[in-house]
């Protein structure tokens, strides 16, 4: 275990991340079932959290933080930092058209279904193998080769995150509403529902 704490806190949000998407992938190959309410009301949460903490938060730190001293001292990443940047850069219009594809499952009805299905399992594909590109290429390296002072930069603004969902940090009560009824609704791992 690394001593890190900015490691540990990408590699905490990278699971819980992973996590989130696992089990919005369980919910929707169950279905809305009787509770169409609960079940709509419940991704789109999910979905909003990623929009807000790991495209608001923690991709902003790495893009700014993270990548550019992985880059100065292992100038060999630098083809796997450009392919990781293209994918910030279009991972939030991606969350946003995934809420586009549920509200129209959900307005307009089954017919819409596999299309945001499809697309869905396009996106979490997406997601976890940009996650395991950073934690395989990216993280190494600057395990390798950050200086003291690099930590401390990282450390410290990566512990502004205070993502609950790792189970590492009190819900502020700004997000409280929301992380409750992830939690509430969610099926396991992430969720009691």
């Not at 697309?119 to 997406?126: C, G, K, L, N």
């Amino acid at each position: 275990m690394t001593s890190h704490r900015a490691l540990q806190i990408i590699r905490n949000e990278h699971a819980s991340l992973a996590a989130m998407l696992q089990s919005m992938r369980m919910m929707i190959k169950r279905g809305p079932s009787n509770d169409r309410y609960k079940f709509y009301d419940v991704l789109r949460a999910m979905l909003f959290y990623i929009d807000e903490f790991p495209e608001r938060l923690h991709h902003p730190k790495e893009s700014n933080l993270l990548f550019p001293r992985v880059v100065k001292c292992a100038p060999h990443v630098m083809g796997v930092i450009d392919k990781l940047e293209r994918d910030h850069m279009s991972s939030e219009k991606a969350v946003r058209d995934m809420q586009h594809l549920l509200l129209a499952w959900e307005l307009l009805g089954e017919n819409r279904r596999q299309t945001f299905e499809e697309a869905f399992d396009q996106y979490v594909s997406a997601y976890l193998a940009h996650m395991n590109l950073e934690e395989t290429a990216i993280l190494p390296e600057a395990e390798r080769c950050f200086s003291v002072d690099d930590w401390r930069v990282l450390d410290v603004a990566f512990a502004e995150n205070a993502d609950p969902l790792t189970g590492h940090y009190p819900p502020t009560e700004t997000y409280e509403k929301l992380f409750s009824l992830i939690v509430t609704r969610a099926p396991s791992p992430i969720g009691l529902g």
